[in-house]
């Protein structure tokens, strides 16, 4: 019985994996760069007519940091989760009360700050009725206060803050708490993110680094070498580029191996580098099981500062399933004509990437600019992904981003996209609905997701985002 049905539920998950989409074979950038280039081939050139600028780099347009060790501390956990919460959304209008905060860490007679957050919905129209219904209700209560209300009062000053740069101030103070604190130790890793910088969690070191000499090592293989793991027509997965659907689609400035990590079974080892680079399969089937603990607790979190049982978020994602795509972006002669990847959102519950070295090129989208996001050394980017946009009802966005290049030194970054198990529906969350929100996201079944996904890469050019075909 137990056999049998995990045979029907392998063949459906094969047939799953075979409608993923596919990707027509495309020159190997890197081999394209293997000879002096001066200019660009005209497949690579992008119409950058309408683009938006890039930021020039400020302290208030780079990330916000959170610090996984506070997350999972008692005494912190709570401020840190506010911070994730605020992290993950940067858009609301807040205020601070100076002094009117829970009291501090080790001074217990002296207050923080207060912040007060102000989602102010305006209607559009007031109704006709409302003159009307005025006439029959009974006066309005007096807004006078008596004396015994006012004694109770306290006058207070609201203060305008600048979150963004109060969230940077914080956490370069946690940050600096943190080194101080881990001085001397050098098994935790940093994380940074797109939605927020995360530090101290539990991926060991080595596994990091060892995955980030693979990846490199595996780009500067051969190309007949790397070609022994090239994507089959029907699959994305294997060595290539990712949705190349036609002979005149612009091309990316990147090559990409896409392989399926976890859970084991789903492995396709025919695409995984054996000989070469020596320990391939080692480094990644360590790296992919350690990430995947990260993404684990990364998400109970974030479910908690949603206010949703974190649980079974862990336990969705403990189930799920973790796709690595490691990415080399060549140089360029002239990249500001190029991308790496285009602008994008992940279609992930949530993205960890890892920057093999300290050259800049991830970009996310902020306030109508594109940001670079500085790599930290040993430092893992969090991203969250369409699936948790849905899942929060819009309360956190899946950002878009995309990768440029440089003229000098080649990139290479390795992305894990972790999902959760099939089991999980992606729809927006009972409790946040509950609530009295109205669902802005239609609900699909795990399946039904991709599905949808994979039959829209194949329509190309109709300019309509994913995300906005999700919603209601
Ligand atoms: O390499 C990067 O910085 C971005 C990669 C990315 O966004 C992706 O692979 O989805
Ligand atoms: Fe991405």
Known sequence: ?????????????SRACQNLGSSIPVPSVKQLTSQPLETVPHRYIQDTSNDYPTATPT?????PIIDFSKLIHPQYQSSELLNLHLACKHWDQFKVVNYEGITMYQRPFVRGKLYIRFTVEF?????????????????????????????????????????EEEMRRKQQEALKMKNDDMHGEDTMWTAISVGYELIG?????????????????????????????AQKPGSLEGYGQAFVI?????????????????PTHTRKLEFWPE????????????????????AVSIIEFIAMALGLDGKRFSEAFEGGNYDVRMNCYPPCPEPERVIGISSHADISGITLLTDCGDIPGLQVLKDEKWVFVEPITNGIVVNIGIIMEVVSNGVY???????????????????????????????????LINSGSLALYKSF??????????????????????????KI
């Open 445 to 470: 079944s795990y399946d039904g997701y991709f599905e949808s996904f994979y039959e829209r890469t194949k329509l190309s050019g109709d300019g309509v985002p994913f995300i906005d075909t999700l």
């Open 1 to 13: 019985m137990t056999t049998s049905t995990t045979r029907r539920e392998r063949e459906r998950e």
């Open 123 to 163: 209607p559009e129209s007031f109704p006709k009725q409302c003159k009307a219904q005025q006439g029959v209700l009974p006066p309005r209560p007096s807004m006078q206060m008596t004396d015994m209300e006012l004694d109770e009062c306290e006058e207070t000053t609201l203060h305008d803050v600048n979150i």
């Open 59 to 63: 302290p208030c347009h780079s990330l």
């Open 275 to 294: 000989e070469q680079p020596h320990n391939f399969r080692e480094a990644l089937d360590t790296y992919s099981h350690d990430i995947k603990k990260t």
């Open 201 to 229: 969690h539990r991926v060991s070191e080595e596994s990091i680094k060892c995955m980030d000499r693979k990846t490199q090592e595996f780009f500067d293989l051969s190309s007949e070498e790397k070609k022994r793991y």
């Open 397 to 431: 966005k899946a950002p878009y981003h995309r990768a440029a290049v440089n003229k000098q030194k080649d990139r290479f970054s390795t992305v894990t996209f972790c999902y959760p198990g099939k089991k999980f529906d992606i729809k927006p969350a009972e409790e």
């Open 246 to 262: 036609s002979e005149d689609q612009k091309l990316e400035w990147c090559d990409m191996i896409f392989l399926k990590a976890i």
